[in-house]
């Protein structure tokens, strides 16, 4: 609210967040939040009481159902590690989601999906700077994942029965240092070519917005490179 000058001060935004219903602030490593002067404005009468624990009942109504006051042990999920989390079972799952989810503009004469019985002795080439970059493939508000766990296009290409080379071209989404030799020598000797691009938390994310939709730095360069 302060950023979009519609109050002017911290109590001010408290006294209109509750009025409006609001009950939860998020406001991780702010020492002095918001809602820290809610007190004050109890104090000052901008606020009832009833209205505050009106507000603090859904929440920690919530809380207890997710078990959060209960006994370590009487909570399942304490049980639970990598070994659960990241079973077959659960990956395959994960593996589903990700192809169900996948949206495919234009597909020229059927290329897609590769099969593995077509590609025996077919050179396929990775590039891009998303190709192999772990850190980039996760958006905002990401969990911290395993690394042993994550698959790249490269990685995951690799398993299949192809001769795979890789050129990322830049090492990073703002691609402002490339190298089109680099991107030229693979793609022109390859029978496939999957090109990886995008933005990336480095680019774009909460409260860091872009002027445009354009691809970063030299990446379209690079995508012109590779088709041609």
Do not use: W
């Not at 609210?1 to 702010?30: D, I």
């Not at 077509?118 to 493939?137: E, M, S, T, W, Y």
């Not at 296009?153 to 240092?177: D, K, V, W, Y």
């Not at 990886?196 to 872009?210: I, Q």
């Amino acid at each position: 609210m302060l950023g979009h000058h519609y109050t002017s001060t911290f109590l001010e935004t408290a006294v209109a967040s509750m009025n409006a219903g609001c009950n939860l602030e998020l406001s991780y490593g702010m020492r002095n939040n918001v809602f820290m002067h809610i007190p004050q404005a109890l104090a000052m009468g901008n606020i009832t009481l009833q209205m505050l624990r009106d507000r603090v009942r859904p929440l920690f109504y919530t809380r207890m159902r997710l078990g959060e006051f209960d006994p370590p042990a009487m909570n399942p999920y304490n049980t639970l590690d990598l070994s659960t989390v990241q079973s077959p079972e659960h990956r395959n799952l994960s593996l589903e989601a990700a192809v169900k989810s996948f949206v495919l503009l234009k597909n020229v004469r059927g290329t897609l999906p590769l099969r593995a019985r077509d590609l025996p002795g077919k050179r396929l080439a990775v590039v891009g700077p998303f190709a192999d970059n772990p850190r980039v493939l996760f958006g905002d508000y990401a969990p911290v994942p395993e690394p042993q766990y994550i698959y790249t296009p490269r990685r995951g290409l690799e398993t299949l029965p192809a001769n795979i080379s890789f050129a990322p071209g830049c090492h990073e989404p703002q691609c402002q240092q490339y190298s089109r030799a680099e991107v030229v020598g693979a793609a022109g000797a390859a029978d496939v070519v999957v090109v990886c691009l995008g933005t990336g938390t480095d680019v774009e994310t909460e409260a860091k917005d872009r002027r445009d939709l354009s691809l970063p730095g030299h990446q379209l360069e690079l995508l012109q490179d590779a088709v041609q």
